[in-house]
C-alpha cells in the first residue's frame, strides 16, 4: 500500500492541473485558457507522458520543466522516467538540488550506481544539506545495509537535530528493524512540528499499531485521512486496527472508503470478510464474508491471510463442496508459505474428515515437525533478544567500547542502556564521559 495515494498502475487517471504545464505550448507564453481547453488535456498517463517528452523536446534546457517532469514521473511509480530528465537538470545549474533528487529517483528504481554517484556530488556542492545524508541512508537500506544505515542516519541526526528528513528516514527504518517504539519516539516531534502532513500522521499511526498501541493508531489514521481524504491507505488501516479491536461494525466504513478509493487493495476485502465473520456466524454474515473473500483472492490468487480465512470459514461450516474448496486454498497457501504450521495443521485435519488419511498423515507429520522447529527456535530467539536488550549488557558493551577508545560506540551503547533503565547505576556518568572524549582519536577496535 502507498500511503501517499499516488498509484503505480500505468494507466492511472491523474488531476489535470499536475499535467498543465507539459501541455503543448503552455510553457511557451500561450494563454492558460487556450492550453487548458478539454481537448488538449491528456487523457491517460501514456498520453501525458507523450505530450510531457514533447514539449521538454522544443525547450531542452528549461530547468523548471525538466524538475516538474521528474516529479510528475515519480509520483505516478515511473522513476525511471524521471532519471534522464534529471540528469539533464544537474547540467543546467550548479545548485545539489537536483542531485539529490537525482540519487532519490535511481535509489526508488534500484539504480544503484546512479544514485551513489548523484548523492557523492550532492554532497560536494552541499556539504551541510541533511537531505544528502537522508538519501544516503535510503540507498543503504535499498541495498539492504540495514545496520550501516541506521549508523549513518543516527549519525547524522545527531548532526541536524531539527531535520525531520532524516528523523522520517531513521523511523522508517526502525520499522523496518522492528524496534516500533524508538520509530514512535521519532515520529511524534515530526507530527508535532508538522500537523497538517497526512503522510506523517499515517506514519506515526503505523509505529503506534506495530508498537501494540491501536487507539492512538486509530487517532492518527483518523487525522491522516481528514486531511487527505483521498489517502485510501489511511482509511484501510483505520479499518484494519478496529478488526482487530473487535469493533467490526465501526470498521466497515473506513474499510468502504479504502476500497471506493483503491478497489484493487485485495487486503481491504480480506479485513472487510473478516469483519462479517468475526462479528457473528449468521448466515447473512457468513455470506457477506465468503463475498469479499472471493474479491479478495480474485485480484490476488496468493494474498495469503485472504486464503486463510477463506479456508477457515468453508471448513468452519464444513459442507462436503466446501472441504473441497478450502483444502485447495489450503494447499495454495502452503504452496507460498512451505513453513505455515497451522496450514498443514489445518490440512491434516480437512483430510481426515473428507477421509483421505494418507494425504492427512503426511500434513500431520510435516506439522509436528514445524511445531517442535518452531517451539526451538522461539526459544533460542527469546533467550538472545533477552540478552542481548538488558540494560546491563548494553552497559558491558559501552564499557568494551571505552576500552577500546571507540567513543561514538561507547555513547550509543550508554544511551541504550539508559533508554532501557534510566537509573542504571554508572551508566549516565560513563554516557557523559563518552561524549567528553568523541573528539579523542579513536582506537583500533572499530565499531561493530
Known amino acids: 500500500v502507498n500511503p501517499s495515494g499516488a498509484t503505480s498502475r500505468g494507466g492511472a487517471a491523474f488531476p489535470p492541473e499536475k499535467a498543465a504545464g507539459f501541455l503543448p505550448n503552455s510553457a511557451a507564453g500561450n494563454t492558460p485558457s487556450e492550453a487548458l481547453r478539454p481537448q488538449y488535456l491528456p487523457t ?257 490468487p496468493y494474498n495469503d491471510k485472504a486464503l486463510y480465512s477463506f479456508a477457515m470459514a468453508l471448513t468452519r461450516r464444513g459442507k462436503p463442496e466446501d472441504l473441497t474448496e478450502g483444502i485447495k486454498l489450503l494447499n495454495r497457501l502452503v504452496e507460498i508459505r512451505p513453513i505455515d504450521v497451522n496450514a498443514h495443521y489445518k490440512l491434516a485435519e480437512t483430510y481426515r474428515r473428507i477421509g483421505k488419511l494418507p494425504e492427512a498423515r503426511k500434513h500431520q507429520a510435516r506439522f509436528q515437525e514445524l511445531f517442535a522447529k518452531g517451539r526451538e527456535e522461539n526459544r533460542s530467539r527469546y533467550l538472545a533478544a533477552a540478552f542481548l536488550d538488558t540494560p546491563e549488557v548494553h552497559l558491558k558493551l559501552g564499557r568494551q567500547a571505552m576500552a577500546r577508545r571507540d567513543f561514538a560506540l561507547a555513547e550509543r551503547e550508554f544511551q541504550y542502556a539508559l533508554e532501557r533503565n534510566s537509573a542504571l547505576p554508572g551508566a549516565r556518568e560513563e554516557l557523559l564521559e563518552a561524549q567528553k572524549r568523541l573528539g579523542e582519536p579513536a582506537g583500533q577496535g572499530g565499531s561493530r
Open 44 to 300: 491517460s498517463y501514456a498520453d501525458a507522458k507523450r505530450r510531457i517528452e514533447a514539449t521538454l523536446r522544443a525547450q531542452p534546457k528549461n530547468f523548471g520543466l525538466r524538475m516538474m517532469a521528474a516529479e510528475f514521473y515519480i509520483k505516478q511509480g515511473d522513476s525511471v522516467s524521471a532519471i534522464p530528465h534529471l540528469q539533464a537538470a544537474t547540467r543546467l545549474t550548479q545548485r545539489s538540488f537536483p542531485w539529490i533528487a537525482l540519487g532519490d529517483a535511481a535509489t526508488i528504481a534500484g539504480k544503484i550506481d546512479i544514485a551513489t554517484q548523484a548523492y557523492s556530488k550532492a554532497q560536494k556542492l552541499d556539504p551541510t544539506n541533511a537531505l544528502t545524508i537522508r538519501g544516503q541512508g535510503q540507498l543503504l537500506i535499498k541495498q539492504k545495509k540495514l545496520y550501516a544505515a541506521r549508523d549513518l542516519l543516527e549519525k547524522g541526526l545527531k548532526a541536524y537535530p531539527a531535520s525531520n528528513d532524516i528523523r522520517i528516514a531513521l523511523a522508517n527504518l526502525y520499522l523496518i528493524l522492528n524496534n516500533a517504539h524508538r520509530a514512535v519516539v521519532l515520529l511524534e516531534p515530526a507530527v508535532a512540528s508538522s500537523p497538517q502532513m497526512p503522510d506523517r500522521h499515517y506514519l506515526l499511526g503505523e509505529a503506534y499499531a506495530r508498537d501494540t498501541h491501536l487507539e492512538m493508531a486509530i487517532r492518527e489514521m483518523k487525522e491522516a485521512s481528514r486531511i487527505a481524504p483521498s489517502m485510501s491507505a489511511a482509511w484501510g488501516h483505520m479499518g484494519l486496527y478496529l478488526v482487530r479491536l473487535t469493533r467490526y461494525a465501526e470498521a466497515r466504513d473506513p474499510l468502504e472508503r479504502a476500497i471506493a478509493l483503491d478497489p484493487r487493495e485485495p487486503h481491504y476485502y480480506w479485513a472487510m470478510g473478516d469483519s462479517y465473520l468475526l462479528e457473528n456466524a449468521s448466515p447473512a454474515n457468513f455470506q457477506r464474508a465468503l463475498q469479499f473473500y472471493r474479491q479478495a483472492i480474485n485480484l490476488d
